[in-house]
C-alpha cells in the first residue's frame, strides 16, 4: 500500500467531483512553481473564505487567552487579510467587488459570533477548551488523515469537537459520516478518550443565508463505519493514481461543467474548454487504448 495516501474532506470532495482535478492537485508531487501557481489561480470569492477562516481561528485563539475583538479591529483584521490574500494571486479585484466581498465576509462573521457555543466561550462557561489546527494530520495505519476539528471543548464528561465551514452544502447523507472523522482523528490524535461515548459532533456551516448546526452522537459502530469508508475512498484514490500511471489522458472528467468554470486546472485540460466533447473524445481514446493492449 502507498504510505502517502491522504485523506481529507476537501480531498474527497475534489475527488468525487473530478478524478482528474484530484490528480493533478493531491494524486502526485507537485513542483514548488505548480503549487504556487495553483495557489495564486483561486478565485476572490475562495479567498474571501479563506480570511474568514484564518481570522475566525486568530479570533478564538485571542478569546481563549480573554481577549475580546471590537467590531473595528474584526474589519480591519479581515480587509488586511483579504488585501494580502489578493495581492498573493494573479486576481485584479476592483474596489467595489472588494468592498463587497468584505461586506460578505463580516456579515456572516457577525451571525457566526451569535452561534450558542461561541456566546457560551464568550461568557466563559466552560474552563477547558482548545483551538486546533486543522493542517495537523494523523497517521492511521498506512493513510495520512486530516480531520481535526476547529474546537474540541469539554462539556461536563465528553468532547465537543466543533467544525466550521465558510461555505457549506446542502445536508448529505455522508455529513455523519464526515463528522465521524473528527472522532478517528482524535482517538489517534493522543489525550483525548477512545471511546465514542465520550464526544459529540459538531459541524457549523454557512449555507443560503444561515449558519446551520448538525449535532451528532458517536458510536463505537459508526466510528468504525467511517474508518471503513475512508479505507474505501484511500483505495478509490490510489487505483486513480495507477489509472493516471498508464495514461493520464484517460483519467475520468468532471461530472458537471460548473467544477471545471472553478477549476485551476482547465487552462490545461480539454474539459475546461467543452467538457462534453472532452468526454466524447476520451471515450474513443479508451476504446483504442483498450483494443491495442487487448492485441498485445
Ligand atoms: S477542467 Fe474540469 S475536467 Fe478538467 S480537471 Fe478541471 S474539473 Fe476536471
Redesign the pocket.
Known amino acids: 500500500m502507498n504510505p502517502k495516501t491522504e485523506w481529507s474532506r476537501t480531498r474527497r470532495d475534489l475527488f468525487l ?2 478524478p ?2 484530484w490528480y ?1 492537485r493531491y494524486g502526485h508531487s507537485m513542483s514548488s512553481s505548480d503549487v504556487n501557481e495553483f495557489q495564486s489561480s483561486r478565485r476572490p470569492w475562495d479567498l474571501m473564505l479563506r480570511s474568514m477562516k484564518e481570522i475566525l481561528i486568530e479570533r478564538l485563539e485571542d478569546l481563549r487567552e480573554g481577549k475580546q475583538w471590537s467590531p473595528l479591529l474584526l474589519k480591519h483584521q479581515l480587509k488586511y487579510s483579504l488585501q494580502k490574500q489578493i495581492k498573493q494571486s494573479t486576481h485584479c479585484v476592483k474596489k467595489r467587488y472588494f468592498e463587497a466581498l468584505l461586506r460578505y465576509a463580516n456579515q456572516r462573521f457577525e451571525l457566526l459570533w451569535r452561534c450558542r457555543i461561541i456566546r457560551q466561550l464568550e461568557q466563559r462557561k466552560y474552563p477547558c477548551w482548545y483551538v486546533l489546527d486543522r493542517t495537523e494530520s494523523v497517521p492511521i495505519g498506512t493513510r495520512r488523515i486530516y480531520a481535526s476539528p476547529d474546537l474540541a471543548v469539554l462539556i461536563q464528561n465528553r468532547w465537543h469537537l466543533v467544525r466550521f465551514d465558510m461555505q457549506s452544502s446542502p445536508r448529505r447523507t455522508t455529513d455523519e459520516f464526515e463528522a465521524n472523522a473528527m472522532v478517528l482523528w482524535a482517538k489517534h490524535h493522543g489525550g483525548f478518550p477512545q471511546r465514542a461515548y465520550y464526544y459529540r459532533l459538531h459541524t457549523i456551516g454557512w449555507w443560503r443565508g444561515f449558519w446551520n448546526i448538525e449535532t451528532f452522537q458517536p458510536n463505537e459502530h459508526s466510528v468504525k463505519q467511517c474508518h471503513k469508508l475512508l479505507e474505501y475512498d484511500c483505495e478509490a484514490m490510489l487505483e486513480i493514481q495507477r489509472y493516471a500511471n498508464l495514461n493520464l489522458a484517460l483519467l475520468p ?2 461530472k458537471s461543467k460548473n ?2 468554470r472553478s ?1 485551476s ?2 487552462e490545461r ?4 474548454e467543452d ?1 462534453v466533447t ?1 468526454r466524447q473524445e476520451q471515450t474513443l481514446l479508451e476504446l483504442g487504448y483498450k483494443s491495442a493492449s487487448s492485441k498485445t
Open positions: 467531483k473530478c482528474r482535478a493533478l472528467l468532471a467544477t471545471c477549476c486546472f482547465r485540460c480539454p474539459g475546461g467538457l472532452a
